[in-house]
């Protein structure tokens, strides 16, 4: 049971450039979703899915692109990176059923944009 | 839209002296979860506490207890005989049961003096 994984750990980017970052969970969870996390922000929230085929936008959107074609899979798509996209990203998934249930982190991507 | 806000950005206490850490939060909903998760320097977000709104007792998990006041819509977290491996980021975070969507505060970082 590998929980959730994200790759890459760590990436630089150039402005203008276009990149995903990879999430897989192996635990049937419903609901994933991408935080980025900056100094003095907390982690806010980028792209949610409750299930294969549905994605809605967080607090965060502008500039990213997500889908979902399989419960595993969510993948974060930067489609021209730019400076202020310098981050900490996390893909996170649970069960939707019981919404109380324990949320499980991947353990970061470190993304800098030059 | 609902939000999430943690008012002490930075707090201190003495080794196995009581702490306790605010958050507050707005909603139009009545259904929905409250946690709180803890993140050390190595990044990895671990769930600390989790409450249901519909319940009335607060939750307990050994030396962490919350304060749950549904109508001032307050949660705060308290941590007794703090030790030294409690030094870390501490998130409050909200949960909507109708839409999944969860919401993190900006955090308290959170030090130990020995």
């Known amino acids: 049971n590998a929980g959730v994984t994200q790759t890459p750990k760590f990436q630089v980017l150039k402005t203008g450039q276009s990149m995903t970052l990879q999430c897989a969970q192996d635990?049937?969870?419903?609901?994933m979703s991408w935080y980025r996390q900056d100094p003095g922000m907390g982690l806010r929230l980028i792209h949610y899915?409750?299930?294969?085929?549905?994605?809605d936008q967080g607090e965060v959107p502008n500039g990213y692109n997500v889908s979902r074609s399989t419960t595993e899979d969510f993948p974060l798509r930067l489609l021209s990176a730019a400076p202020s996209q310098t981050s900490v990203y996390f893909c996170?998934?649970?069960?939707?059923?019981?919404?109380?249930?324990?949320?499980?982190f991947g353990e970061g991507s470190w993304l800098t944009v030059v | 839209a609902q939000t999430v806000t943690q008012s002490q950005p930075e707090m201190s206490v003495q080794e196995a002296e009581t702490v306790t850490l605010s958050c507050t939060y707005d909603?139009?909903?009545?259904?929905?979860?409250l946690f709180w998760y803890k993140q050390p320097p190595s990044r990895q977000m671990i769930l600390v506490i989790r409450?249901?709104?519909?319940?009335?007792q607060n939750a307990t998990e050994n030396r962490f207890s919350v304060n749950f006041q549904k109508a001032a819509k307050s949660f705060s977290l308290k941590i007794s005989d703090s030790q030294l491996g409690d030094a870390a980021m501490y998130f409050c975070?909200?949960?909507?049961?109708?839409?999944?969507?969860?919401?993190f505060g900006k955090g308290t970082r959170l030090h130990i003096l020995p």
């Open positions: 975070a909200y949960r909507s049961a109708h839409s999944g969507k969860i919401i």
């Open positions: 996170a998934s649970s069960y939707s059923e019981g919404s109380g249930n324990t949320i499980y």
């Open positions: 409450q249901e709104a519909y319940k009335q």
């Open positions: 635990m049937n969870h419903e609901y």
């Open positions: 899915s409750v299930g294969a085929g549905i994605t």
């Open positions: 909603t139009s909903e009545s259904d929905y979860y």
